[in-house]
């Protein structure tokens, strides 16, 4: 082998070293790690919803503000008030409540972002009872819950629900 050759392979194999400890390196910050942390699925995520939604049907406020983190925005379906801590947030619940709210998904699209964070968004639909005259209807409405594991547990940050502008 001559000294050109030899430096090439040289250049060669320091160059494959770097590219492949940038590839390592990206995928341990980007992915679960090779220790065996658990990946965070798409069904792990939606099965937050039926949390949050049993949550509802217990009729108690602050069960359904234990899903929300300390510092949780909530932009609520049928209030025009933006709640920004949980004294707001069980408020609101305490009025929703009374109407007896029963959540079914119509569409959702959710994207994990990492195995702390995702989001889910899309359509759902709620059965409303008003607890005065006992009518019975419901109200379809965009949503967006944006979630963080805390402390091992994964918590409502951002929560927005809008009644469709088209009915």
């Not at 341990?28 to 937050?48: C, F, M, Q, R």
């Amino acid at each position: 082998m001559t000294r050109k050759t030899r430096i090439r392979a040289a250049v060669v194999t320091a160059t494959a070293l770097v590219a492949t400890a940038t590839v390592t390196a990206g995928v341990g910050v980007a992915g679960p790690s090779w220790w065996g942390e658990k990946k965070t699925t798409e069904a792990e995520i939606a099965a937050l919803f039926d949390g949050w939604n049993n949550a509802l049907q217990t009729g108690d406020a602050e069960t359904v503000a234990d899903r929300y983190a300390k510092d949780a925005v909530l932009l609520p379906t049928v209030s025009n008030k933006v709640r920004t801590d949980r004294a707001g947030i069980v408020d609101y619940f305490e009025h929703f409540l009374a109407d007896k709210p029963v959540g079914t998904k119509v569409e959702t699209h959710i994207n994990v972002l990492d195995g702390n964070s995702a989001i889910d968004t899309g359509v759902y639909e709620f059965a409303l009872t008003d607890h005065e005259t006992g009518e019975q209807r419901t109200v379809t409405a965009r949503y967006t819950y944006e979630y963080e594991k805390r402390g091992g547990e994964w918590r409502i940050v951002n929560h927005h629900s809008s009644a469709m502008p088209e009915g």
